[in-house]
């Protein structure tokens, strides 16, 4: 995705989206691409020695909500009966979707707001067949090849974190990945989240993850935090690249939203799209702090064939008693290096008066004082409480035995 970067021109953006609370970017690792051979001896080194099997990079874990319990209450070899009553595995696609390309959500900053305010996916019927197997590998009747791998891990503070790995290849032999995975500790914090990854025989590669996590308060006073985020994209093969269709286009997605217990909120997402020489980048943010003040921002351009580019970007700042200001920018560069911009600014005096202020490149100027009613949305609409009942998934898995300590269930 090297060509689907911010472009330079919008670098003296000066409220860009705060890169510590996006998530990494998901960008393709050679490592994690290699796959199992059919050989045995497929995870020897060179010199004939046996390698251990490495830890997927992502660090998945099983969304299984009972994790401890589930350990007590599984009868000697009940694993081994759950596989024995499932059909024959007649292919991979039965046991992932990573190989289905993901959707883009809609294409105005409203759509992304609904987005952010729904649950995340539910588990996908195809967990359900590869939570019931064991670990292991094999080949599927249409010749498929697939792997699975799980594991626990174990921390301070009573940690566990439990993943599962769906690995292999199709019957074509496009290469897949997805994991899921879950986390608690004594303490109070729920995790989990998921990760798949795969292609199709025309060269296209995709990439999609989330993750949720509640965070207890911390032993210094801090509030209890709830945060999201989701991250995917695809692109084309090479030789699509060149004369793309529109669903061959290449685009990226990603969106986070942090949620305080005492009333701060953060959120923002990134979108865009790339095809052939033209491309387009949306990008904005929300945040209030809690005590009523309240900043919004966008930033959204295109790229065209013609090497020429034109956007505009706003953004608005309040504090608790109604000051605040407002303002924002319109531009346009030709192929020849050629700008035009207007700017504008508003400053909200609290008391109904307005100056308003603005200039352009093309000589425009103005500076006026009005009187008109200031609005601006002093709290989030979508904030703790709500992101607490969008997520029942993540509040229902299972805190680790009293007698290791206390957790914060009562959240």
Known sequence: MARMLVCANNASFRRPMAMSAVPRRLVEDEEAWKWPTEAKDAEKDGAGRRMPVPKPTSRPTNTVADVLEKERELPPFASE??????????????LTNALQRPTREGEGEGDLTMALQQPLPPLE?????????????????????????SGVERGDHGYVRRWTRVSGKSAEGVPFEESWWSATDVRGLK??????RGGDTTGRTWREAWEETLHPPSAKGGAAVIEKWAHKWCKPG?????????????WEESWFERHRANGATERGAYKTGQKG?????ARWG????????????TDQWDENEDGSKQGDKWEEDFGPDGRGSKHGETWHAAADGTRWAKWWSEDHLGDGTVQKRGHSTSGEHWDVQEHQDTWFES????????????SRVLMDLKEPPEELGPGTSDL
Request: glycine letters at 8%; proline letters at 3%.
């Open 238 to 250: 090479e030789d699509l690249a060149a004369d793309a269709e529109e669903d061959d286009q290449a």
């Open 277 to 281: 020489n033209k491309a387009w980048h």
């Open 286 to 297: 929300e945040l209030w702090d809690g005590k009523g003040r309240a900043n919004k921002w």
């Open 379 to 390: 709290k989030p609409h979508f904030g703790f409480d709500l992101a607490l009942v969008h």
């Open 125 to 149: 019927s195809q967990m359900k067949r590869a939570e019931a197997m064991e670990d292991g590998s094999g080949v599927a009747e249409d010749g498929s090849q697939w792997k699975r791998e």
């Open 81 to 94: 009966e759950n596989e024995a009553k499932l059909p024959p595995l007649q292919s991979v696609v039965e």
């Open 191 to 196: 995790a989990m989240g998921a990760d798949k």
